[in-house]
């Protein structure tokens, strides 16, 4: 089982900073790699940003230069560092973990209830 808890989702002003957060709590779950998913209104949810447990990163289009993706020593914490935002980034930020379950080896991925980032002009 895992549970993803994010936070740090807020109201900001374009040009702004904001730093997002997502913890994951793990039972019989080997995590491999996480990423910060994002959703606008009536929009898909895309990828921002992922990570692997050996720090192999890689960033959509539209993070690359302005966001930044972390994430502590054993892989239970990501972060999500973003710069300059803009009204585009306005969306629901959603956590995410791929690994297999431990014992059945069984691949899955799990996504958190995600925090909402507004980006006033």
């Known amino acids: 089982q895992v549970r993803l808890v994010e936070s740090g989702g807020e109201l900001a002003q374009a040009g702004g900073s904001l730093r997002l957060t997502c913890v994951a709590s793990t039972r019989m779950f080997h995590i491999n790699s996480m990423a910060w998913y994002r959703q606008a209104p009536g929009k898909s949810r895309d990828l921002v940003a992922d990570i692997t447990r050996n720090g192999d990163i890689n960033y959509a289009d539209s993070a690359k230069g302005r966001f930044t993706i972390s994430k502590d020593s054993g892989l239970n914490a990501i972060f999500l560092r973003m710069n300059a935002l803009k009204p585009d980034d306005t969306a629901v930020y959603y956590c995410?973990?791929?690994?297999?379950?431990?014992?059945?080896?069984?691949?899955?991925?799990?996504w958190g209830q995600g925090t909402l980032v507004t980006v006033s002009p």
């Open positions: 995410n973990a791929k690994g297999f379950e431990v014992g059945t080896g069984r691949t899955r991925e799990h």
